[in-house]
Nanobody, 115 residues
Framework: QEQLVESGGGLVQPGGSLTLSCAASGRLFRNYDMGWYRQAPGTQRELVASITKGGSINYGDSVKGRFTISRDNGKKRVYLRMNNLKQEDTALYYC?????????WGQGTQVTVSS
């Protein structure tokens, strides 16, 4: 069983930056493909960024060039550095971990971009 706990969300002005952190509890973290997703009210959950156990990275089109995903297997954490934040980045951000057949989700951390 893997537990994921997000932190680092908050209120930030447009153009600002935040770093989200996801802490995992299980022993097999280094074997998980990890990702960040987000969901704004009235919309579907969408992929923000993902990083495989081997380090391959993928970004959603709307965040390319602004967000950076990374992982620290020793600390069992995955991070999302968000720069040049826009109002449309406002959403509940979820951490996800996949290791077939398991698919784990955190409870989410709110990011609000507003002046």
């Amino acid at each position: 069983q893997e537990q994921l706990v997000e932190s680092g969300g908050g209120l930030v002005q447009p153009g600002g930056s935040l770093t989200l952190s996801c802490a995992a509890s299980g022993r097999l973290f280094r074997n998980y493909d990890m990702g960040w997703y987000r969901q704004a009210p009235g919309t579907q959950r969408e992929l923000v960024a993902s990083i495989t156990k081997g380090g391959s990275i993928n970004y959603g089109d709307s965040v390319k060039g602004r967000f950076t995903i990374s992982r620290d297997n020793g600390k069992k954490r995955v991070y999302l550095r968000m720069n040049n934040l826009k109002q449309e980045d406002t959403a509940l951000y979820y951490c996800n971990g996949k290791l077939w057949p398991h698919d784990y989700w955190g409870q989410g951390t709110q990011v609000t971009v507003s002046s």
